[in-house]
Protein backbone atom coordinates (compact mmCIF):
# COMPACT_ATOMS: atom_id res chain seq x y z
CA UNK A 1 0.00 0.00 0.00
CA UNK A 2 1.35 3.41 -0.78
CA UNK A 3 2.05 6.05 1.75
CA UNK A 4 0.51 8.88 0.07
CA UNK A 5 -3.98 8.25 0.15
CA UNK A 6 -5.81 10.67 -1.08
CA UNK A 7 -9.41 10.97 -0.80
CA UNK A 8 -11.29 10.81 -4.21
CA UNK A 9 -14.73 12.23 -4.50
CA UNK A 10 -16.70 11.54 -7.72
CA UNK A 11 -19.50 13.88 -8.06
CA UNK A 12 -22.58 12.96 -10.03
CA UNK A 13 -21.88 13.85 -13.11
CA UNK A 14 -18.65 12.58 -13.23
CA UNK A 15 -16.34 15.41 -13.14
CA UNK A 16 -12.94 15.70 -12.02
CA UNK A 17 -10.36 18.21 -11.55
CA UNK A 18 -6.80 18.14 -10.99
CA UNK A 19 -5.50 21.50 -9.38
CA UNK A 20 -2.46 23.33 -10.05
CA UNK A 21 -0.35 21.93 -12.44
CA UNK A 22 2.82 23.47 -12.26
CA UNK A 23 6.12 23.09 -13.51
CA UNK A 24 8.47 21.51 -11.40
CA UNK A 25 11.92 24.21 -12.03
CA UNK A 26 10.17 27.59 -12.22
CA UNK A 27 7.18 27.05 -10.07
CA UNK A 28 4.93 28.91 -12.61
CA UNK A 29 1.38 27.04 -13.58
CA UNK A 30 0.84 25.35 -16.62
CA UNK A 31 -1.93 26.60 -18.68
CA UNK A 32 -1.16 24.90 -21.88
CA UNK A 33 -0.32 20.93 -21.02
CA UNK A 34 -2.12 17.98 -22.91
CA UNK A 35 -3.08 16.14 -19.18
CA UNK A 36 -4.18 12.82 -19.05
CA UNK A 37 -5.92 10.69 -16.42
CA UNK A 38 -6.16 7.06 -16.12
CA UNK A 39 -8.06 4.55 -13.41
CA UNK A 40 -6.63 2.03 -12.38
CA UNK A 41 -7.40 -0.34 -9.09
CA UNK A 42 -4.55 -1.26 -6.72
CA UNK A 43 -5.78 -5.04 -6.58
CA UNK A 44 -5.24 -5.25 -10.31
CA UNK A 45 -1.79 -3.27 -10.72
CA UNK A 46 0.66 -6.47 -12.38
CA UNK A 47 4.47 -7.14 -11.69
CA UNK A 48 6.51 -7.32 -15.06
CA UNK A 49 8.91 -10.41 -14.94
CA UNK A 50 12.28 -10.71 -14.56
CA UNK A 51 12.66 -11.83 -18.24
CA UNK A 52 13.44 -10.15 -21.48
CA UNK A 53 11.04 -7.89 -23.27
CA UNK A 54 10.48 -10.05 -26.96
CA UNK A 55 10.36 -8.30 -30.49
CA UNK A 56 7.80 -10.45 -31.70
CA UNK A 57 7.39 -8.53 -35.49
CA UNK A 58 5.49 -5.84 -37.27
CA UNK A 59 5.88 -2.89 -34.61
CA UNK A 60 5.11 -5.19 -31.57
CA UNK A 61 6.39 -6.09 -28.63
CA UNK A 62 5.93 -8.84 -25.71
CA UNK A 63 5.90 -7.94 -22.05
CA UNK A 64 6.14 -11.05 -20.11
CA UNK A 65 3.58 -11.42 -17.27
CA UNK A 66 2.67 -14.42 -16.13
CA UNK A 67 -0.96 -15.68 -15.60
CA UNK A 68 -2.21 -11.87 -16.28
CA UNK A 69 -6.23 -11.43 -17.03
CA UNK A 70 -6.14 -8.51 -19.75
CA UNK A 71 -7.95 -9.40 -22.89
CA UNK A 72 -7.52 -7.76 -26.74
CA UNK A 73 -8.27 -4.23 -26.62
CA UNK A 74 -7.95 -3.14 -22.57
CA UNK A 75 -5.91 -0.44 -22.03
CA UNK A 76 -2.87 -0.67 -19.72
CA UNK A 77 -0.26 1.74 -18.82
CA UNK A 78 3.63 0.65 -18.48
CA UNK A 79 5.82 2.58 -15.72
CA UNK A 80 9.34 1.83 -14.47
CA UNK A 81 10.95 0.77 -18.04
CA UNK A 82 13.55 1.72 -20.12
CA UNK A 83 11.97 1.58 -22.99
CA UNK A 84 8.34 0.96 -22.48
CA UNK A 85 6.83 3.44 -20.33
CA UNK A 86 3.56 4.57 -21.74
CA UNK A 87 -0.15 3.76 -22.41
CA UNK A 88 -1.23 1.26 -25.00
CA UNK A 89 -4.27 -1.34 -26.01
CA UNK A 90 -3.87 -4.93 -25.38
CA UNK A 91 -2.92 -6.69 -28.63
CA UNK A 92 -4.80 -9.91 -29.92
CA UNK A 93 -1.94 -12.09 -30.43
CA UNK A 94 -1.38 -11.98 -26.17
CA UNK A 95 -0.87 -15.29 -24.16
CA UNK A 96 -1.99 -15.67 -20.62
CA UNK A 97 2.06 -14.94 -20.15
CA UNK A 98 2.28 -12.14 -22.32
CA UNK A 99 1.15 -9.31 -22.90
CA UNK A 100 1.98 -7.78 -26.41
CA UNK A 101 1.64 -4.11 -26.87
CA UNK A 102 2.08 -2.07 -30.20
CA UNK A 103 5.93 -0.53 -30.03
CA UNK A 104 9.03 -0.20 -31.57
CA UNK A 105 11.37 -2.80 -30.23
CA UNK A 106 14.12 -2.31 -28.17
CA UNK A 107 15.96 -4.93 -26.08
CA UNK A 108 15.67 -4.97 -22.24
CA UNK A 109 15.91 -6.86 -19.37
CA UNK A 110 13.25 -6.54 -16.78
CA UNK A 111 14.07 -6.48 -12.92
CA UNK A 112 10.85 -7.59 -11.92
CA UNK A 113 10.22 -4.52 -10.35
CA UNK A 114 8.26 -3.02 -13.67
CA UNK A 115 4.37 -2.07 -13.31
CA UNK A 116 1.48 -2.23 -15.34
CA UNK A 117 -1.61 -0.29 -14.32
CA UNK A 118 -4.79 -1.72 -16.56
CA UNK A 119 -7.79 0.86 -17.13
CA UNK A 120 -10.83 0.19 -14.38
CA UNK A 121 -12.64 1.17 -17.70
CA UNK A 122 -10.63 -0.90 -19.94
CA UNK A 123 -10.26 2.19 -22.07
CA UNK A 124 -7.78 4.80 -23.01
CA UNK A 125 -7.20 7.29 -20.41
CA UNK A 126 -9.24 10.55 -20.26
CA UNK A 127 -8.21 13.94 -21.37
CA UNK A 128 -8.64 16.81 -19.36
CA UNK A 129 -8.92 20.54 -20.40
CA UNK A 130 -7.29 23.63 -18.99
CA UNK A 131 -10.24 25.65 -16.95
CA UNK A 132 -9.41 29.09 -18.29
CA UNK A 133 -7.81 31.84 -16.36
CA UNK A 134 -7.05 29.09 -13.38
CA UNK A 135 -3.99 28.29 -11.78
CA UNK A 136 -2.77 25.22 -13.55
CA UNK A 137 -6.20 23.58 -13.02
CA UNK A 138 -7.41 20.85 -15.64
CA UNK A 139 -10.78 18.88 -15.37
CA UNK A 140 -13.03 16.00 -17.94
CA UNK A 141 -15.17 13.78 -17.02
CA UNK A 142 -15.15 9.97 -16.28
CA UNK A 143 -17.18 8.35 -18.37
CA UNK A 144 -16.87 4.88 -16.13
CA UNK A 145 -17.10 5.93 -12.53
CA UNK A 146 -19.89 3.52 -12.02
CA UNK A 147 -17.02 0.50 -11.94
CA UNK A 148 -15.47 2.57 -9.12
CA UNK A 149 -16.22 0.53 -6.07
CA UNK A 150 -16.82 2.94 -2.56
CA UNK A 151 -13.75 2.59 -0.37
CA UNK A 152 -11.34 0.64 -2.88
CA UNK A 153 -7.94 2.17 -3.34
CA UNK A 154 -7.34 3.10 -7.18
CA UNK A 155 -4.42 5.01 -8.82
CA UNK A 156 -4.66 7.75 -10.57
CA UNK A 157 -2.41 7.70 -13.54
CA UNK A 158 -1.64 11.66 -14.31
CA UNK A 159 0.57 11.87 -17.52
CA UNK A 160 1.26 15.85 -18.77
CA UNK A 161 2.81 16.64 -21.47
CA UNK A 162 3.67 20.04 -22.76
CA UNK A 163 5.96 20.18 -25.49
CA UNK A 164 8.25 17.53 -25.33
CA UNK A 165 8.22 17.48 -21.30
CA UNK A 166 6.59 14.42 -19.68
CA UNK A 167 5.57 13.90 -16.46
CA UNK A 168 4.30 10.99 -14.69
CA UNK A 169 2.56 10.92 -11.47
CA UNK A 170 1.09 8.27 -10.17
CA UNK A 171 -1.07 8.17 -6.46
CA UNK A 172 -2.99 6.13 -4.59
CA UNK A 173 -6.89 7.05 -4.15
CA UNK A 174 -9.88 5.92 -2.03
CA UNK A 175 -12.87 6.04 -4.05
CA UNK A 176 -15.88 7.57 -2.07
CA UNK A 177 -18.83 8.29 -3.57
CA UNK A 178 -20.72 12.26 -3.54
CA UNK A 179 -23.55 12.85 -3.99
Known sequence: MADNVEILYVSSD???????????????????????????????????????????????????????????????????????????????????NEIVVTASYVAETFTGEEKIYPSVSGTASVTLSYIT??????????????KLVDEKEYFMIISIVSGSNQVLVVSTWKAHHKT
Open 14 to 96: NLITVEGVQNAITDSYISDATVNLMVCAEDEVLNINADVGVDKGDGKVGIPVTGHSRVSGEYIRIDGTENYNAEYAVDVTSTT
Open 133 to 146: ASNGNYQGVLPYTA
